[in-house]
Structures are given as structure tokens and as C-alpha cells.
């Protein structure tokens, strides 16, 4: 596709509950963020994925999140033991690395609702 | 610790006036900056962006100026227009910091017809 995909848009899910979110990025960007916005919050870091670096895990809120992805493609947000408190938009962005990969582009998200 | 802030939650203007959104951040490592836009129910969109040896990048509509020795960062929207009405995120990256790039908390602007 053109842009940045997510999946899916919508989640309901019970407390205690494994979730897992998914993002396809731009052909040939290697640059991968997940970012979470709380309700009337700000967007919030949580994991940045940079070609074959290691990826950058600061963000994570518990050990309760991971993330993976596979070579240059798809990665996937998974959240175990889901609480309330994780209720949120996912945002997924991707973009080239280095200099030129400055400017993200965004996926239109998943809204997650924990009950 | 909140490396990039925006202060302001909410700003609303009449149509047709300026709209001056502002952006403070800590990191003096930051050398690249960016505006974001962002409707209900749809990812942040890139508006305009600034690099550190600039003060100043125009767009159309759209202004940024970069004070460094202030860490502050502004967007200026003349003049603005109800499809102005948005979320404004305002973002920065690093090259040392392998071009991380980090959001403010984001202010709201409502342009009034």
C-alpha cells in the first residue's frame, strides 16, 4: 500500500487479556516508532526500531509490552496482562533512516479499550 | 522528564487572524524540528519543519522560527482558516540520539468562522 497500515482499527478487549497490535509500514522505509496517545494526551514514546540498531526499547511502559519486527516489514506491539490503564490510540509511523528519515509518517492507528 | 513541551493546551482564533503556537524543548543535542498535524481519528500528518542552522522556514501559510539560544520553537498560521482546526504536535530529533524523534503533549487550536 501507499501509506502506513494498521490493525486493527478498533479493540475491545477484558483486563488480563493479550493483545496484539500490528503495523505495516512504507516499502522501503527502515525506520519503525510505535508511539501510544492517552486520552487528551500527548504522544508518547514507546519504541523505535532503526534498520538492523538494535532497537530502542526506552519508552516501554512495563514489562508487560514487546515488540518485534521482522527485517524491514511488519512489526508487532503485543500487550500481556492488559489494563485498564492501557487504554489508548497506537500510533505506528515509519520513515527512511538517517538525515533523510527525519519526517514520519503515521498510520491512522488502533484505538484500544481495555474493560 | 519532558524534553519537548508544549505548554498551551488549547488556542482559539477568529478565522482570518494569526495563530501562534508555541514549543519549548531541553535537549540542546536536538538538531532537527518538525510540526505535526493531527485530525480526530486520523495519524499526525507533517506540516513543516525546521532544521537548527536555520531561524526561520516558510510554507505557504505556515511559518516556523527556531530561537535556539531560547530553546523555543513557534508556528505561525496566517492567516488561519476553520480547516486550520486541529491537534498541533510539535517534534524533535537528534542525530546524536539516532534521529529519535520525540512529541510535545500537543495544542489544540480552534479557528472560529
Known amino acids: 500500500g501507499a501509506g502506513v497500515s494498521q490493525s486493527p482499527s478498533n479493540k475491545v478487549t477484558e483486563k488480563g487479556k493479550d493483545v496484539e497490535l500490528r503495523c505495516d509500514p512504507i516499502?522501503?522505509?527502515?525506520?519503525l516508532y510505535w508511539y501510544r496517545q492517552r486520552l487528551g494526551q500527548g504522544l508518547e514514546f514507546l519504541i523505535y526500531?532503526?534498520?538492523?540498531?538494535?532497537?530502542?526499547k526506552s519508552g516501554l511502559p512495563s514489562d508487560r509490552f514487546s515488540a518485534e519486527r521482522t527485517g524491514e516489514s511488519v512489526s508487532t506491539l503485543t500487550i500481556q496482562r492488559t489494563q485498564q490503564e492501557d487504554s489508548a490510540v497506537y500510533l505506528c509511523?515509519?520513515?527512511?533512516?538517517?538525515?533523510?528519515?527525519?519526517?514520519?509518517?503515521f498510520g491512522s492507528g488502533t484505538q484500544l479499550s481495555v474493560l | 522528564d519532558q524534553q519537548v513541551k508544549q505548554n498551551s493546551p488549547s488556542l482559539s482564533v477568529q478565522e482570518g487572524r494569526i495563530s501562534i503556537l508555541n514549543c519549548d524543548y531541553t535537549?540542546?543535542?536536538?538538531?532537527?524540528f518538525l510540526w505535526y498535524k493531527k485530525y480526530p481519528a486520523e495519524g499526525p500528518t507533517f506540516l513543516i519543519s525546521?532544521?537548527?542552522?536555520?531561524d526561520k522556514n516558510e510554507d505557504g501559510r505556515f511559518t516556523v522560527f527556531l530561537n535556539k539560544s531560547a530553546k523555543h520553537l513557534s508556528l505561525h498560521i496566517v492567516p488561519s482558516q476553520p480547516g486550520d482546526s486541529a491537534v498541533y504536535f510539535c517534534?524533535?530529533?537528534?542525530?546524536?540520539?539516532?534521529?529519535?524523534?520525540?512529541f510535545g503533549a500537543g495544542t489544540r487550536l480552534f479557528v472560529k468562522a
Open positions: 535537549n540542546s543535542m536536538f538538531d532537527y
Open positions: 509511523a515509519s520513515s527512511y533512516s538517517g538525515q533523510g528519515g527525519r519526517k514520519l509518517f
Open positions: 525546521i532544521s537548527s542552522i536555520k
Open positions: 516499502s522501503g522505509h527502515t525506520a
Open positions: 526500531f532503526q534498520g538492523n540498531s538494535a532497537p530502542d
Open positions: 517534534a524533535a530529533s537528534a542525530q546524536t540520539g539516532g534521529f529519535k524523534t520525540i
